[in-house]
């Protein structure tokens, strides 16, 4: 009996590949299967139909895991999700809606918690209802994001338990002539109502993703992409600026029964308490620093730790129904899998900026170029954040501003000066460390000159609160009269009056050697003097006053969109941490013998 059932199907096989042989050859033809992968073992690649590629095993599952959202889900695209696996030797993770939703919401959940707004948030709805003490009832808060696929929501309490999440359809990609309907966010948020208002117990709602897009396009509330999200709290109230009625554009509307007043923040990239940009995403944070992120009509590689997007590709709908479009799109994950640094390139280099944009486009690499007036404004704005952050700037501002003055009284300004090559430059900011208002500039490197600018515009009821001398007339100061500057690394506060308690010990009068000519500078309309403005020479410096957490910071003019940069000067390659101007890795360069390849060469070697 059995001779006979092996018979039967070993005839039975020779039926079924004289059938499929000849599709598989036409799809060789075409390049949809793939060869035997070397690594691999023989029995497993017999087994399996599998994908034309150059990705090898080691390869495969070397490069930033596949996550599949949206329409990778529904039943009709499997046989795309089983190439795809194929395609990557099973690096790939099919996330399901709840996994989506939990994640993000996890992650902006955490976000707000170690930054105190959750607990804030907590304390005034107890304030506001302290018959709810010690009952059943306790504050919840709302997580609302959507994609092209899929709309999700989810409920969770302070401690971060997540009680129930909500599903919808998605604002998949339109055609002329069409527009979105709400009727997706209107029903979610009926059943959070419907599910939770008792008590009033929905106090906050965050939303993200396509929400963001969503509310732009209605001209409902959001925060400016990559601020702070501090920006959109009121601390007199403990809440969020924007209430349920701004978003009823979108879906959101109050019932004549709801009891729940929340607030609410949108936001697409965020900022907490430093220049770390941050997206809501549901990658987990254990399975590598990238992964990416694949969903119904784009992918981006996010560096799992912020959500920041480091690549952000679109592909078209034809990639579910078309092998040659799928290909494409498999090939271009596998290139495009490694993350380098912009490049800022400086001194002799900037001559040959064109060739390098060239040069770095097989790195998916931004060739950055700066011009002495954004140098001078990103290094007066890094410095001036630390000092905003660590409680200078607004000790300053409240002592001005609490100050008597009988007529209208000026915004306070903040002055920064540095001198690069021969020239001498100025900034001016106001308290609110993104508010940058002019720039000066002398030959010479007249000191005197650019101050006799600054004077002449804001020298103004006493707006002028410090200038803060970087770069080379930190030197030139430190040369002249050593005791005069910041010590080189020590904390803030160790320049700090605190008799008075809003000025630097320094005063004008101690840097006349260096250019700042008390007796022959004029004021504001060339009239009388009345800024007294305390002085800071300062060059590597600690923040963490009032934390005892002491961090290192290197004022630095480099662009702070991502964490890392490389800068290229003309004998000189460094990697640097653009949040605390930290040199990560330096080298030396031979700038006679090394072209622009070999440039690349060097960086190609270090992907992050």
Request: some cysteine; aromatic content about 12%.
């Amino acid at each position: 009996m059995r001779g006979n059932f092996t018979a039967h199907f070993q005839q039975l096989t020779i039926m079924w590949n004289a059938i499929t042989t000849p599709f598989t050859l036409a799809a060789r033809a075409i390049g949809l299967t793939r060869p035997e992968d070397p690594e691999s073992s023989g029995s497993e690649s017999d087994s399996e139909v599998q994908m034309s590629q150059t990705v090898t095993r080691s390869q495969a599952t070397s490069l930033p895991r596949l996550f599949l959202t949206g329409k990778w889900r529904k039943s009709e695209h499997e046989d795309r999700v089983r190439m795809i696996k194929d395609y990557f030797y099973e690096n790939v993770t099919l996330v399901t809606a709840q996994d989506e939703a939990h994640g993000q919401a996890n992650f902006a959940h955490k976000q707000l918690v170690d930054f105190g707004y959750i607990d804030a948030l907590w304390n005034e709805f107890y304030r506001k209802k302290p018959d709810l003490v010690d009952t059943e009832y306790e504050p919840l808060f709302v997580y609302f994001g959507a994609g092209r696929g899929s709309a999700q929501a989810s409920v969770l309490t302070a401690d971060g338990k997540i009680l129930n999440s909500y599903y919808g359809d998605g604002f998949p990609r339109l055609k002329e002539g069409e527009s979105h309907t709400y009727d997706n966010i209107a029903k979610i948020w009926g059943e959070i109502i419907s599910d939770y208002d008792e008590g009033g117990c929905i106090v906050s709602v965050m939303m993200f993703d396509a929400m963001y897009y969503q509310a732009k396009e209605k001209h409902c509330a959001t925060l400016k992409d990559n601020d702070y999200i501090y920006k959109e709290w009121d601390t007199d109230y403990d809440s969020w600026y924007n209430n349920e009625e701004t978003y009823t554009a979108i879906g959101f509307g109050r019932n004549d029964n709801q009891v729940s007043q929340p607030t609410f923040l949108c936001v697409r990239n965020f900022k907490t308490d430093n220049d770390v940009s941050k997206k809501v995403h549901f990658l987990p944070t254990d399975q590598g620093d990238y992964a990416w992120d694949i969903g119904s009509g784009k992918m981006a590689l996010v560096h799992t730790e912020t959500g920041a997007q480091m690549k952000n590709i679109e592909f078209p709908d034809e990639v579910f129904t078309d092998h040659t479009e799928f290909l494409k799109m498999a090939e271009t994950i596998s290139r495009r899998s490694k993350v380098y640094a912009p490049i800022v390139i400086d001194g002799a280099w900037q001559e040959k900026s064109d060739a390098f944009v060239e040069e770095a486009k097989e790195l998916d690499q931004k060739v950055i170029t700066l011009t002495a007036e954004e140098k001078c404004r990103n290094l007066a704005v890094f410095v001036h954040k630390q000092l905003y952050r660590d409680g200078f700037i607004p000790r300053m501002e409240d002592d001005f501003t609490n100050t008597p003055c009988t007529k209208r009284q000026p915004d306070p300004v903040y002055v920064y000066m540095m001198t690069f090559g021969d020239k001498a430059y100025g900034v001016t900011l106001l308290a609110e460390d993104d508010k940058y208002t002019r720039f000066y500039e002398a030959e010479h490197n007249n000191v005197t000159s650019v101050w006799e600018q600054v004077l002449l515009d804001h020298d103004f009821r006493n707006a002028i609160q410090h200038v803060v001398l970087l770069g080379q007339l930190y030197d030139m100061a430190n040369q002249s009269t050593p005791s005069l500057v910041h010590l080189n690394g020590a904390p803030l506060v160790d320049s700090w009056d605190n008799d008075t308690d809003c000025n630097w010990i320094r005063s004008e009068e101690d840097f006349k050697s260096i250019g700042f000519d008390v007796e022959g500078l004029k004021g504001y309309k060339g009239g009388d003097r009345s800024s007294m403005p305390s002085f800071l020479a300062l060059q590597r410096f600690k923040t963490g006053t009032h934390t005892g957490d002491f961090v290192n910071h290197y004022p630095h003019f480099l662009p702070t969109e991502r964490n890392m940069v490389w800068h290229l000067e003309t004998d000189m390659l460094t990697f640097v941490d653009t949040v605390t101007g930290e040199v990560l890795w330096a080298s030396q360069l031979d700038s006679s013998t090394l072209d622009i390849s070999d440039i690349i060469d060097i960086i190609r070697d270090r992907p992050l």
